[in-house]
């Protein structure tokens, strides 16, 4: 079984089995998931620190990749 390579390491299958949903649903939901918390963050981060477009641009890039967010975590809350 293949894992992922963030997150809890669990695979789309796990995930998709686990919801009783199958593997495209599972993945749909994962990348919708991944896109509302990086729009939620992105939103967030340009009202609180008063950024630009731009400017939170450039902060995305320097950080991008070394962040690591739990999908269990996230299920949790």
């Given at each position: 079984?293949?894992?992922t390579p963030?997150?809890?390491g669990l695979s789309i299958d796990v995930?998709?089995?686990?919801y009783q949903v199958g593997r495209a649903t599972a993945a749909r939901w994962?990348?919708?998931a991944r896109e509302a918390?990086?729009?939620?963050t992105r939103a967030a981060l340009v009202?609180?620190?008063?950024l630009t477009e731009?400017?939170?641009?450039?902060?995305?890039?320097?950080?991008?990749?070394r962040l690591d967010v739990s999908v269990a975590s996230l299920l949790r809350e």
């Amino acid at each position: 079984m293949a894992r992922t390579p963030r997150g809890d390491g669990l695979s789309i299958d796990v995930l998709g089995a686990h919801y009783q949903v199958g593997r495209a649903t599972a993945a749909r939901w994962l990348a919708g998931a991944r896109e509302a918390l990086r729009e939620f963050t992105r939103a967030a981060l340009v009202a609180k620190l008063g950024l630009t477009e731009s400017q939170y641009a450039s902060l995305a890039r320097l950080i991008q990749g070394r962040l690591d967010v739990s999908v269990a975590s996230l299920l949790r809350e």
